[in-house]
Protein backbone atom coordinates (compact mmCIF):
# COMPACT_ATOMS: atom_id res chain seq x y z
CA UNK A 1 0.00 0.00 0.00
CA UNK A 2 1.50 3.48 -1.02
CA UNK A 3 1.63 5.61 1.51
CA UNK A 4 2.11 8.88 0.01
CA UNK A 5 0.85 8.79 -3.33
CA UNK A 6 0.59 11.14 -6.30
CA UNK A 7 -1.09 11.47 -9.81
CA UNK A 8 -0.24 11.63 -12.40
CA UNK A 9 3.65 10.89 -12.57
CA UNK A 10 3.87 12.68 -15.67
CA UNK A 11 2.32 15.79 -17.09
CA UNK A 12 3.13 17.39 -19.98
CA UNK A 13 1.27 20.52 -21.26
CA UNK A 14 1.51 23.85 -22.75
CA UNK A 15 2.52 27.24 -21.62
CA UNK A 16 -0.81 28.97 -20.30
CA UNK A 17 -2.67 26.18 -19.50
CA UNK A 18 -3.95 25.43 -15.99
CA UNK A 19 -3.38 21.84 -14.53
CA UNK A 20 -3.65 20.18 -11.24
CA UNK A 21 -1.78 17.41 -9.55
CA UNK A 22 -3.00 15.49 -6.59
CA UNK A 23 -1.99 13.93 -3.23
CA UNK A 24 -3.23 11.52 -0.94
CA UNK A 25 -1.98 10.22 2.50
CA UNK A 26 -3.13 7.08 3.65
CA UNK A 27 -0.41 7.38 7.01
CA UNK A 28 -3.30 9.37 8.99
CA UNK A 29 -0.47 12.71 9.52
CA UNK A 30 -0.77 15.63 10.04
CA UNK A 31 0.61 17.78 8.21
CA UNK A 32 1.12 17.82 4.64
CA UNK A 33 3.55 20.02 2.06
CA UNK A 34 4.83 20.11 -1.46
CA UNK A 35 8.13 20.90 -2.60
CA UNK A 36 9.27 21.65 -6.00
CA UNK A 37 13.09 20.03 -7.46
CA UNK A 38 14.26 21.66 -9.91
CA UNK A 39 16.79 20.08 -12.38
CA UNK A 40 20.02 20.72 -10.04
CA UNK A 41 17.94 18.96 -7.59
CA UNK A 42 17.17 21.23 -5.24
CA UNK A 43 14.19 20.44 -2.89
CA UNK A 44 12.39 23.92 -2.04
CA UNK A 45 9.01 23.58 0.06
CA UNK A 46 6.46 25.45 -1.47
CA UNK A 47 3.66 25.08 0.78
CA UNK A 48 3.01 23.06 4.26
CA UNK A 49 -0.88 22.59 5.66
CA UNK A 50 -2.29 20.97 8.18
CA UNK A 51 -6.02 21.31 9.61
CA UNK A 52 -5.18 24.70 11.31
CA UNK A 53 -3.23 26.39 9.23
CA UNK A 54 -1.66 26.76 5.34
CA UNK A 55 1.89 28.33 5.81
CA UNK A 56 3.16 29.54 1.91
CA UNK A 57 6.47 30.00 1.14
CA UNK A 58 6.56 33.49 -0.03
CA UNK A 59 8.89 33.09 -3.04
CA UNK A 60 6.14 31.12 -4.68
CA UNK A 61 4.19 32.78 -7.47
CA UNK A 62 -0.09 33.26 -6.55
CA UNK A 63 -0.25 31.21 -9.50
CA UNK A 64 0.14 28.02 -7.33
CA UNK A 65 -2.37 27.50 -5.22
CA UNK A 66 -2.75 24.72 -2.53
CA UNK A 67 -5.97 22.95 -2.52
CA UNK A 68 -6.87 20.86 0.79
CA UNK A 69 -10.67 18.91 0.53
CA UNK A 70 -9.72 16.69 3.68
CA UNK A 71 -6.51 15.66 5.83
CA UNK A 72 -5.68 13.07 3.78
CA UNK A 73 -5.67 15.02 0.73
CA UNK A 74 -3.35 18.17 -0.24
CA UNK A 75 -3.77 19.01 -4.27
CA UNK A 76 -1.69 21.50 -6.15
CA UNK A 77 -3.38 23.71 -8.90
CA UNK A 78 -1.19 25.80 -11.28
CA UNK A 79 -2.17 28.50 -13.37
CA UNK A 80 -1.01 30.37 -16.39
CA UNK A 81 2.01 27.87 -16.70
CA UNK A 82 5.19 28.97 -17.49
CA UNK A 83 8.48 26.88 -18.82
CA UNK A 84 10.17 28.04 -15.58
CA UNK A 85 7.62 25.43 -14.08
CA UNK A 86 9.12 22.64 -15.15
CA UNK A 87 10.25 20.38 -12.61
CA UNK A 88 9.24 17.56 -10.30
CA UNK A 89 6.97 18.48 -7.63
CA UNK A 90 7.01 16.59 -4.47
CA UNK A 91 4.04 15.86 -2.12
CA UNK A 92 4.87 14.78 1.72
CA UNK A 93 3.62 14.27 5.03
CA UNK A 94 4.64 14.15 8.12
CA UNK A 95 3.00 13.38 12.15
CA UNK A 96 4.55 16.65 13.19
CA UNK A 97 5.92 16.21 17.20
CA UNK A 98 7.96 13.06 14.90
CA UNK A 99 9.46 15.09 12.33
CA UNK A 100 10.05 12.42 9.73
CA UNK A 101 8.53 13.05 6.40
CA UNK A 102 7.17 10.67 4.05
CA UNK A 103 7.59 11.82 0.29
CA UNK A 104 5.53 10.69 -2.64
CA UNK A 105 7.03 9.18 -5.80
CA UNK A 106 6.80 12.80 -7.60
CA UNK A 107 5.29 14.39 -10.41
CA UNK A 108 7.35 15.24 -13.71
CA UNK A 109 5.82 18.41 -14.85
CA UNK A 110 6.83 19.68 -18.75
CA UNK A 111 6.00 22.98 -19.95
CA UNK A 112 6.39 23.25 -23.80
CA UNK B 1 16.85 32.94 5.30
CA UNK B 2 17.55 29.95 7.04
CA UNK B 3 20.35 27.71 5.32
CA UNK B 4 21.64 24.43 5.28
CA UNK B 5 24.88 24.23 3.34
CA UNK B 6 25.89 20.32 1.68
CA UNK B 7 29.68 19.19 0.58
CA UNK B 8 30.66 18.03 -1.72
CA UNK B 9 28.22 18.10 -4.38
CA UNK B 10 28.93 14.71 -5.93
CA UNK B 11 31.40 11.96 -4.59
CA UNK B 12 32.86 8.61 -6.50
CA UNK B 13 34.09 6.25 -3.87
CA UNK B 14 35.25 2.86 -4.61
CA UNK B 15 33.00 -0.45 -3.16
CA UNK B 16 33.89 -0.80 0.68
CA UNK B 17 35.20 2.37 0.74
CA UNK B 18 33.43 5.25 3.67
CA UNK B 19 31.73 7.95 1.82
CA UNK B 20 31.47 11.28 4.25
CA UNK B 21 28.91 14.06 3.41
CA UNK B 22 29.47 17.08 5.45
CA UNK B 23 26.26 19.61 6.78
CA UNK B 24 26.50 22.87 8.12
CA UNK B 25 23.92 25.03 9.01
CA UNK B 26 23.19 28.67 10.80
CA UNK B 27 20.37 28.79 12.82
CA UNK B 28 20.78 27.26 16.36
CA UNK B 29 16.78 26.87 16.70
CA UNK B 30 16.77 24.18 14.45
CA UNK B 31 15.66 20.71 16.24
CA UNK B 32 15.79 17.78 14.24
CA UNK B 33 18.12 17.03 11.30
CA UNK B 34 17.41 13.64 9.48
CA UNK B 35 19.07 12.72 6.33
CA UNK B 36 17.36 11.39 2.82
CA UNK B 37 18.10 9.03 0.01
CA UNK B 38 16.83 9.46 -3.31
CA UNK B 39 17.14 7.08 -5.95
CA UNK B 40 16.24 8.07 -9.44
CA UNK B 41 12.52 8.92 -10.50
CA UNK B 42 11.81 8.16 -6.41
CA UNK B 43 11.33 10.29 -4.30
CA UNK B 44 13.42 10.94 -0.99
CA UNK B 45 13.13 8.44 1.74
CA UNK B 46 14.59 8.76 5.68
CA UNK B 47 17.49 7.27 5.77
CA UNK B 48 18.46 8.34 9.93
CA UNK B 49 17.72 11.51 11.82
CA UNK B 50 19.12 12.81 14.96
CA UNK B 51 18.24 15.21 17.67
CA UNK B 52 20.98 18.24 18.56
CA UNK B 53 21.38 16.73 22.24
CA UNK B 54 23.24 13.36 20.98
CA UNK B 55 26.61 13.71 19.57
CA UNK B 56 26.20 10.21 17.53
CA UNK B 57 23.61 7.86 16.01
CA UNK B 58 24.06 4.92 13.92
CA UNK B 59 21.44 2.55 12.43
CA UNK B 60 23.35 -0.31 10.44
CA UNK B 61 25.60 0.98 8.05
CA UNK B 62 24.61 4.67 8.45
CA UNK B 63 26.21 7.16 11.18
CA UNK B 64 25.44 10.69 11.40
CA UNK B 65 28.21 12.39 14.02
CA UNK B 66 26.77 16.15 15.19
CA UNK B 67 28.92 18.50 16.63
CA UNK B 68 26.17 21.38 18.36
CA UNK B 69 29.05 23.68 18.56
CA UNK B 70 30.05 24.02 15.46
CA UNK B 71 27.11 23.49 13.83
CA UNK B 72 28.38 20.86 11.67
CA UNK B 73 26.93 17.15 10.71
CA UNK B 74 27.57 14.60 8.61
CA UNK B 75 26.68 10.95 7.42
CA UNK B 76 29.10 8.35 7.40
CA UNK B 77 28.34 5.02 5.10
CA UNK B 78 30.47 2.47 6.54
CA UNK B 79 31.10 -0.66 3.84
CA UNK B 80 30.17 1.43 0.82
CA UNK B 81 28.09 -0.81 -1.50
CA UNK B 82 26.74 -0.15 -5.47
CA UNK B 83 23.42 -0.29 -4.61
CA UNK B 84 24.31 2.36 -1.92
CA UNK B 85 24.68 4.86 -5.18
CA UNK B 86 21.82 7.73 -5.00
CA UNK B 87 21.34 10.97 -3.65
CA UNK B 88 21.92 12.28 -0.16
CA UNK B 89 20.28 15.45 1.38
CA UNK B 90 20.87 16.74 4.10
CA UNK B 91 18.16 18.90 6.12
CA UNK B 92 17.26 20.56 9.66
CA UNK B 93 13.61 21.26 10.94
CA UNK B 94 12.64 24.59 12.38
CA UNK B 95 9.45 24.25 14.80
CA UNK B 96 7.86 27.58 15.51
CA UNK B 97 4.93 29.29 14.97
CA UNK B 98 3.18 25.90 14.04
CA UNK B 99 5.54 25.18 11.03
CA UNK B 100 7.97 21.85 11.32
CA UNK B 101 9.36 22.82 7.75
CA UNK B 102 12.40 20.84 6.52
CA UNK B 103 15.01 23.15 5.17
CA UNK B 104 17.43 20.59 2.60
CA UNK B 105 20.72 21.03 1.69
CA UNK B 106 21.05 20.91 -2.22
CA UNK B 107 21.94 17.46 -2.62
CA UNK B 108 24.88 15.08 -2.98
CA UNK B 109 25.41 12.07 -5.39
CA UNK B 110 27.13 9.13 -4.62
CA UNK B 111 28.71 6.49 -6.73
CA UNK B 112 29.84 3.94 -5.45
CA UNK B 113 31.89 1.63 -7.96
CA UNK B 114 32.53 -1.95 -7.83
Known sequence: DTAVSQTPKYLVTQMGNDKSIKCEQNLGHDTMYWYKQDSKKFLKIMFSYNNKELIINETVPNRFSPKSPDKAHLNLHINSLELGDSAVYFCASSQDVRGGYTFGSGTRLTVV | ?114
Request: include cysteine; aromatic fraction near 14%.
Open chain 2, 1 to 114: QQQVKQSPQSLIVQKGGIPIINCAYENTAFDYFPWYQQFPGKGPALLIAIRPDVSEKKEGRFTISFNKSAKQFSLHIMDSQPGDSATYFCAARYSGAGSYQLTFGKGTKLSVIP
